[in-house]
Each structure stands twice: as structure tokens, then as C-alpha cells.
């Protein structure tokens, strides 16, 4: 199975930071079906991003992906105080999908 | 409304099984593949399965295979999640998401908790 791993595990900025969160496959993602996905504290989790750079409906401009390969990126321009939770990325290329461990986006 | 709710979380001992279900509404739910998520006690998401829209085609996580099998009912809206041999690292809270574009997407349920413990 596809093997994903993420950097930081956690990642202390303010608000109106930059944010990047790293996201590393064990194979590369021809397709590049990777997505990004935010989960706040006892909530479901929310699709941000999808196919590497598409925006889920709803999804505000600041959150923008990248990366191709092995090798992905979430990017927050400017952190909103609601920004700060946990992010997974998700390979759903190959079967058995996999998520990442996740990053702890906290505050500074 | 557009909305998916998952129900038949619960305690049950070790080797035990449990049935659980996603219901959805507010849309046509036989256009639409389901996938399962959980997310145990301090880890990360994993990844279940996923069931086509029409029921055809499941995949597994490897950790499931041949232990969870995922099934649907479109003339009830339902989609189905038959878990056997529990272990205690199966204990989780369980989500269900429709599928958009290949992925688990913009509509999830609430979730619902499955405790396995002696």
C-alpha cells in the first residue's frame, strides 16, 4: 500500500501566517489523486483539496495545492483563527486508500 | 438537505461483530459511491472502503479485509458496514462520506462510536 507521510507533525504559527504542510508518497501518484482533508476537535473532516490543486466547493482561495510525484503541498496564504486544526493528506490513486499521519496546525 | 447519518455504533466485546448503517437524503443516493473513514482514540483518519453506486465494485483496507464487508441498499438509501471479529484497535469513531470525484467528499455524517471492550 501506498505509504504517506507528512511534515511537520506539528506546526505552531499566528494568525495572518503563511502556512506549508508537506505530504510524502511511498509511489508516485501518476494521477496525482491526492487530496487534503482539515479536521476540527470532534467534527467530521472536511475535503479541502482534491486532485492535488482542485478546491472542494466552499473552500476559500487561501488554501491552494501543489506537488506532483511523490511529493504534494498544502499551502494556507494567510492563517484565519478557524484554520487551526489537524490536516491529512489522502492518496486515493491505488487501493487500499491511505491518509497521512496528519499536522497539527496550532497556535504560536 | 443534503445529508448522510450513520447509525449502529455501540460496546461489544472482543470477537463480537456489529452492523453499521448511512443513511442518505436530500439527494439521489444510487448516483453515488459511499466510503467509510474512522478515526480511532488519539490517531489519525484511516481509510475502510468504499462501495460503488451500484454496489458492485468494494475495496478494503488491509486491516479489514476479510473481517468488514460493506454492502448497500439503494432502494432504502443505505448503505451498509457488516463488522466481524472486533478487535479493540477497531475501536473508533466511524464515518461515512459520499464519494466526489474518486474521493471521500463534501458530505459526511456525524459519525457514530464503536467501543470494542471486554
Redesign the interface.
Given at each position: 500500500e501506498v505509504v504517506l507521510t507528512q511534515s511537520p507533525g506539528t506546526l505552531s504559527l499566528s494568525p495572518g501566517e503563511r502556512a506549508t504542510l508537506s505530504c510524502r508518497a511511498s509511489q508516485t501518484l501518476s494521477g496525482n489523486f491526492l487530496a487534503w482533508y482539515q479536521q476540527m476537535p470532534g467534527q467530521a473532516p472536511r475535503l479541502l483539496l482534491y486532485v492535488t490543486s482542485s478546491r472542494a466547493p466552499g473552500i476559500p482561495d487561501r488554501f491552494s495545492g501543489s506537488g506532483s510525484g511523490t511529493d504534494f503541498t498544502l499551502t494556507i496564504s494567510r492563517l484565519e483563527p478557524e484554520d487551526f486544526a489537524v490536516y491529512y493528506c489522502h492518496q486515493y490513486e491505488t487501493s487500499p486508500f491511505t491518509f497521512g499521519p496528519g499536522t497539527k496546525l496550532a497556535f504560536k | 438537505q443534503v445529508q448522510l447519518v450513520e447509525s449502529g455504533g455501540g460496546v461489544v466485546q472482543p470477537g463480537g461483530s456489529l452492523r453499521l448503517s448511512c443513511s442518505g437524503s436530500g439527494f439521489i443516493f444510487s448516483n453515488y459511491g459511499l466510503h467509510w473513514?474512522r478515526?480511532a482514540p488519539g490517531r489519525?483518519?484511516?481509510?475502510m472502503g468504499?462501495v460503488s453506486y451500484d454496489g458492485r465494485d468494494k475495496?478494503?483496507?488491509?486491516s479489514v479485509k476479510g473481517r468488514f464487508t460493506v454492502s448497500r441498499d439503494n432502494s432504502k438509501s443505505t448503505v451498509y458496514m457488516q463488522m466481524n471479529s472486533l478487535q479493540e484497535d477497531d475501536t473508533a469513531v466511524y464515518?461515512c462520506?459520499r464519494d466526489?470525484?474518486?474521493?471521500?467528499?463534501?458530505v459526511?455524517?456525524?459519525?457514530t462510536l464503536v467501543t470494542v471492550s471486554s
Open positions: - | 473513514v478515526r489519525g483518519l484511516e481509510w468504499l475495496n478494503y483496507a488491509d464515518y462520506a466526489f470525484f474518486g474521493t471521500a467528499g463534501n459526511w455524517g456525524q459519525g
